[in-house]
T-cell receptor, first 110, second 114 residues
Framework: GQNIDQPTEMTATEGAIVQINCTYQ??????LFWYQQHAGEAPTFLSY????GLEEKGRFSSFLSRSKGYSYLLLKELQMKDSASYLC???????????FGSGTRLSIRP | EPEVTQTPSHQVTQMGQEVILRCVPI?????FYWYRQILGQKVEFLVS????????KSEIFDDQFSVERPDGSNFTLKIRSTKLEDSAMYFC????????????FGDGTRLSIL
């Protein structure tokens, strides 16, 4: 079977750093994506990891360990607009299908 | 920046009726997808489409559903004999190629079945 686990909710303070974890079990692995989704809107692509290690893109970084089936999304210098759901998604053995986790709803407080 | 566009933004339909959801993928993209998200739940894959044929579909995508690329720009999802449980947000996505190319999502069509 295929399973993606991430915390349901997290809260952080404006200006701080937050790490959102994701663990996955899939048949095969062809990459892991992070998407941001504001309420009532479409998912927006943030990052992609296929090799182990850290990918940095501005305030956002994503890490992957394939042997552990583990990834995290790191958000720095948090802003109020970062309040959203963050979706961990994996492309398993499929050539095209992405399996989404249930998402982590991040709330930023002043 | 090019984007995926979907119409209508909201569709209200009586149970049992047919609906067609429309999408215009990013112009140089080759792969097209439909996903759905029931309110409060996760995004679920429905189908992928490449080279004028379905390349993969989920167990959700049964005979009630069909996709078509009627011309060089549009990509449609048809749902026949709609049921109450078909009420959801339907997202179209496209990508340049598979692998590490991200799938870019449209703003979605909110389908409400009465």
């Amino acid at each position: 079977g295929q399973n993606i686990d991430q915390p349901t909710e997290m809260t952080a303070t404006e200006g701080a750093i937050v790490q959102i974890n994701c663990t996955y079990q899939t048949s095969g692995f062809n990459g892991l994506f992070w998407y941001q989704q504001h309420a009532g809107e479409a998912p927006t692509f943030l990052s992609y990891n296929v090799l182990d290690g850290l990918e940095e893109k501005g305030r956002f970084s994503s890490f992957l360990s394939r042997s552990k089936g583990y990834s995290y999304l790191l958000l720095k210098e948090l802003q109020m607009k970062d309040s959203a759901s963050y979706l961990c998604a994996v492309k398993g053995s499929s050539a095209s299908k992405i399996i989404f986790g249930s998402g982590t709803r991040l709330s930023i407080r002043p | 920046e090019p984007e995926v566009t979907q119409t209508p933004s909201h569709q209200v339909t009586q149970m049992g009726q047919e609906v067609i959801l429309r999408c215009v993928p990013i112009s140089n993209h080759l792969y097209f997808y439909w996903y759905r998200q029931i309110l409060g739940q996760k995004v679920e894959f429905l189908v992928s489409f490449y080279n004028n044929e379905i390349s993969e579909k989920s167990e959700i995508f049964d005979d009630q559903f069909s996709v078509e690329r009627p011309d060089g720009s549009n990509f449609t999802l048809k749902i026949r004999s709609t049921k109450l449980e078909d009420s959801a947000m339907y997202f179209c996505a496209s990508s340049g190629r598979q692998g590490n190319q991200p799938q870019h999502f449209g703003d979605g069509t909110r389908l409400s079945i009465l």
